[in-house]
């Protein structure tokens, strides 16, 4: 396949392995050899990130505070919104198709020989960024697990920081619903003798047990570091917690980053232990410029934000309670069927007045009208059904008053289709106004 695409190398992969998740490390770690790619470090410092909510955001500030500070920077991730390159960013900016050719071409050579090994779309993308990654060597790279943590493609790479941001349920066909056990698979990152940050103060024991079963050094939020609101000036906070030589610090006037605060802390504690030497400016910025799509992502006002499971939507209802509450918010909806739909709309509920759904394709769909079922099961007012997320947006920017918000949530391809709808249509999206961006006094 010399002369293929990279839309062609993808469709291939999506068909060369019988399953599209098949945890185990046991095949990748065998190309990954093949490779040379466990020969020595991909990255001057590399830092691991694992959780069921979060891991994007924590992702997205540790390569924006990194550049900030000069590093030369990449970061792995998944799944994508709109574009395959999305995943590997280099310095900030999405990767080539013909790097990501010749990255599927080189684990390709090393999946046939000596003798065939199957890998999965996503293990082979996986090992496929980590050979662009290791031909720059930069000084950071940062790798967002996928899926659980101990038998992720992404953990045949040893990090020398790993961060576990949240535990929740999720993935349960493959993780089951034990937060226990669940939290040992994503603990599963961590390495002996080298520090972990544990990113949430409601994780379960299973997590520190694994910590100090393996020796790995435990930084916790709320123990080690912790953040807070500084008064006199809005959405200002500090960060206190230890530097790479264990001596305590203050970094202070922090921007909001309109991202978890939790995951913003846990990502300064994570550099400082990558012996970065922090600058107070440069975490200024670096927090003032980060950008993640799909997160509390504001195009006009429509909020767009790929919260799938109870724990995002909690979260995401809190951010929307601080606002000034608009003359009506509606909420368009497509759900996968193996997620927890009832604890969605149970969280978000509260800030929304009535719901487009949707439905969305593939395997593990959710038709519109199983999602209108259950909304007005729950007594929420269902106005309008569409058989995809463009159909539902160009329904509902009809029907939005000029004092109106929508709501995009409940998948990637939720939001992802919406994205397209908005790039295709050529909807003119500014930023989210000022007079709508106030909290609630």
């Given amino acids: 396949m010399s002369d293929a695409s990279l839309k062609d190398w993808l469709t291939r992969l999506e068909r060369q392995h019988p399953v599209s998740i098949d945890l185990g490390l046991e095949r990748v770690a065998e190309v990954a050899c093949r490779m040379g790619l466990l020969d020595s470090p991909i990255a001057k410092r590399i830092i691991t990130v694992a959780g069921t909510n979060g891991k994007g955001s924590t992702v997205a500030m540790l390569e924006s505070l990194g550049r900030a500070h000069g590093l030369s920077t990449a970061t792995y991730t998944s799944p994508h919104l709109l574009r395959y390159n999305e995943r590997l960013r280099l ?22 020989a000596p003798e065939p090994v199957s890998l999965t779309y996503f293990e082979a993308g996986t090992l496929a960024a980590f050979w662009a990654i290791a031909q720059r060597r930069p000084e950071l790279a940062i790798l967002e697990v996928g899926l659980g943590g101990r038998l992720d493609a992404v953990n045949v790479i040893d990090p020398d920081v790993a961060v576990i941001t949240t535990i929740a349920q ?20 961590m390495r002996r003798m080298r520090p972990v940050v544990l990113g949430s103060e409601r994780l379960p024991s299973s997590v520190r047990q694994v910590a100090l079963a393996v020796g790995a050094g435990i930084h916790g939020l709320g123990e080690d570091f912790r953040h807070s609101d500084e008064t006199g ?22 921007p909001d980053p309109q991202l978890p605060r939790d995951n913003a802390a846990s990502a300064l504690q994570a550099l400082y232990l990558a012996d970065v030497t922090l600058d107070n400016e440069a975490c200024r910025r670096g927090f003032a410029d980060v950008q993640l799509p799909g997160r509390m992502q504001w195009l006009g006002k429509w909020c767009l934000d790929v919260a799938h499971n109870p724990h995002a939507a909690h979260y995401l209802a809190s951010r929307l309670a601080q606002r000034v509450p608009p003359a009506r918010r509606i909420g368009l909806l497509g759900m996968l069927g193996d997620k927890d739909a009832t604890g969605v709309v149970a969280a978000l ?28 099961s729950h ?40 994205l397209e709808w908005f790039s295709m249509r050529r909807v003119d999206a500014a930023h989210e106004p000022a007079s709508t961006a106030r909290r609630k006094t």
């Fill in 170 to 189: 999720d993935h349960a066909a493959f993780l089951g619903t034990d937060l226990e056990q669940i939290g040992r698979e994503k603990a599963g990152i």
């Fill in 379 to 418: 007594g929420q007012a269902v106005l309008h059904q569409a058989p995809s997320p463009a159909a539902g947006a160009e329904w509902l920017m009809q029907v939005l008053d000029e004092e109106d918000e929508a709501l995009v949530c409940g998948s990637f391809f939720t939001v992802a289709g919406v």
């Fill in 349 to 376: 509920s509260p800030q929304v007045d009535g719901w487009v759904a949707v439905s969305l394709e593939g395997e593990r769909a959710r038709s519109a009208s199983e999602l209108a079922v259950l909304l007005e």
């Fill in 233 to 254: 000036v809005e959405g200002s906070w500090a960060w206190e917690g230890r530097d790479g030589h264990g001596n305590p610090t203050t970094l202070m006037r922090l």
């Fill in 91 to 112: 310095d900030g900016v999405e990767a080539e198709d013909r790097l990501l050719v010749d990255g599927f071409e080189r684990v390709e050579a090393a999946r046939l």
